[in-house]
Protein backbone atom coordinates (compact mmCIF):
# COMPACT_ATOMS: atom_id res chain seq x y z
CA UNK A 1 0.00 0.00 0.00
CA UNK A 2 1.65 3.06 -0.90
CA UNK A 3 1.40 6.24 1.35
CA UNK A 4 2.79 9.69 0.70
CA UNK A 5 2.73 11.84 4.10
CA UNK A 6 3.84 16.00 3.62
CA UNK A 7 4.83 18.12 6.20
CA UNK A 8 7.22 21.14 6.64
CA UNK A 9 4.27 23.63 5.65
CA UNK A 10 3.55 26.91 8.06
CA UNK A 11 2.97 30.41 7.92
CA UNK A 12 5.67 32.98 6.92
CA UNK A 13 6.69 36.22 6.17
CA UNK A 14 7.18 37.30 2.42
CA UNK A 15 10.59 36.48 1.77
CA UNK A 16 11.16 33.88 3.41
CA UNK A 17 12.24 30.20 3.12
CA UNK A 18 9.83 26.62 3.90
CA UNK A 19 11.03 23.17 3.19
CA UNK A 20 8.40 20.93 2.45
CA UNK A 21 8.64 17.03 2.72
CA UNK A 22 6.90 14.06 1.39
CA UNK A 23 7.78 10.91 2.63
CA UNK A 24 6.37 7.70 0.81
CA UNK A 25 6.13 4.11 1.99
CA UNK A 26 5.39 1.66 0.03
CA UNK A 27 7.03 3.15 -3.04
CA UNK A 28 10.72 4.05 -4.04
CA UNK A 29 11.19 7.73 -5.55
CA UNK A 30 12.86 5.92 -8.15
CA UNK A 31 10.17 3.73 -9.55
CA UNK A 32 8.93 7.03 -11.30
CA UNK A 33 7.99 10.75 -11.53
CA UNK A 34 7.33 12.62 -8.51
CA UNK A 35 5.36 16.16 -9.08
CA UNK A 36 4.69 18.88 -6.67
CA UNK A 37 1.04 20.45 -6.94
CA UNK A 38 -0.71 23.37 -5.35
CA UNK A 39 -3.86 24.57 -4.65
CA UNK A 40 -5.34 28.08 -3.10
CA UNK A 41 -8.19 29.23 -2.19
CA UNK A 42 -11.31 29.13 -4.68
CA UNK A 43 -8.37 28.18 -7.56
CA UNK A 44 -8.25 24.94 -9.30
CA UNK A 45 -4.86 23.01 -8.89
CA UNK A 46 -1.60 23.51 -10.31
CA UNK A 47 1.51 21.65 -10.81
CA UNK A 48 4.61 23.07 -9.06
CA UNK A 49 7.40 21.02 -10.17
CA UNK A 50 8.69 17.88 -11.49
CA UNK A 51 11.18 15.22 -10.80
CA UNK A 52 11.53 12.07 -13.28
CA UNK A 53 13.10 8.68 -12.00
CA UNK A 54 16.46 9.99 -12.92
CA UNK A 55 16.51 12.86 -11.48
CA UNK A 56 15.51 15.41 -14.09
CA UNK A 57 13.52 18.49 -12.78
CA UNK A 58 10.82 20.74 -14.60
CA UNK A 59 9.01 23.64 -12.79
CA UNK A 60 6.65 25.88 -13.44
CA UNK A 61 6.97 29.17 -14.78
CA UNK A 62 5.80 31.22 -11.34
CA UNK A 63 8.72 28.78 -9.47
CA UNK A 64 11.27 29.21 -11.29
CA UNK A 65 14.45 30.66 -9.56
CA UNK A 66 12.68 30.26 -6.45
CA UNK A 67 11.51 26.23 -6.01
CA UNK A 68 13.83 23.44 -6.14
CA UNK A 69 12.73 19.67 -5.87
CA UNK A 70 14.89 16.66 -4.97
CA UNK A 71 14.70 13.63 -3.72
CA UNK A 72 16.46 11.11 -0.85
CA UNK A 73 16.75 7.83 -3.06
CA UNK A 74 17.99 6.13 0.27
CA UNK A 75 15.15 7.32 2.42
CA UNK A 76 12.25 7.48 0.22
CA UNK A 77 11.76 11.17 0.93
CA UNK A 78 10.95 13.78 -2.01
CA UNK A 79 11.65 17.44 -0.89
CA UNK A 80 10.34 21.05 -2.20
CA UNK A 81 12.90 24.01 -1.20
CA UNK A 82 10.84 26.99 -1.38
CA UNK A 83 12.78 30.51 -1.30
CA UNK A 84 12.04 33.80 -1.52
CA UNK A 85 8.24 33.18 -1.20
CA UNK A 86 5.17 35.81 -1.79
CA UNK A 87 1.87 36.22 -0.83
CA UNK A 88 0.87 34.27 -3.77
CA UNK A 89 2.25 31.12 -2.85
CA UNK A 90 -0.16 30.67 0.05
CA UNK A 91 -1.74 27.01 -0.88
CA UNK A 92 -2.42 23.65 0.45
CA UNK A 93 1.09 21.51 -1.47
CA UNK A 94 0.57 18.20 -2.42
CA UNK A 95 3.56 15.85 -3.64
CA UNK A 96 2.42 12.73 -5.95
CA UNK A 97 3.95 9.75 -7.12
CA UNK A 98 3.57 7.53 -10.24
CA UNK A 99 3.97 4.44 -10.81
CA UNK A 100 4.46 2.81 -14.56
CA UNK A 101 1.73 0.12 -15.34
CA UNK A 102 3.12 -0.94 -18.65
CA UNK A 103 1.23 1.77 -20.81
CA UNK A 104 -0.39 3.84 -18.15
CA UNK A 105 0.41 5.12 -14.83
CA UNK A 106 -1.31 4.66 -11.23
CA UNK A 107 -0.94 7.58 -9.63
CA UNK A 108 -0.75 8.47 -5.82
CA UNK A 109 -1.24 11.43 -3.56
CA UNK A 110 -0.73 13.07 -0.13
CA UNK A 111 -2.65 14.46 2.15
CA UNK A 112 -1.24 18.03 1.51
CA UNK A 113 0.53 20.91 3.69
CA UNK A 114 -0.80 23.95 4.40
CA UNK A 115 1.57 26.90 3.42
CA UNK A 116 0.81 30.54 4.30
CA UNK A 117 2.88 33.28 3.34
CA UNK A 118 1.77 37.03 4.40
CA UNK A 119 3.32 40.44 3.31
Known amino acids: QVQLVESGGGSVQAGGSLRLSCVAS????????MDWSRQAPGKEREGVGT???????RYAEFVKGRFTTSKDNANDILYLQMNNLEPEDTAIYYC?????????????WGQGTQVTVSS
Open 96 to 108: AAWSPQGTSELGY
Open 26 to 33: GYTVTTGC
Open 51 to 57: IDSDGAT
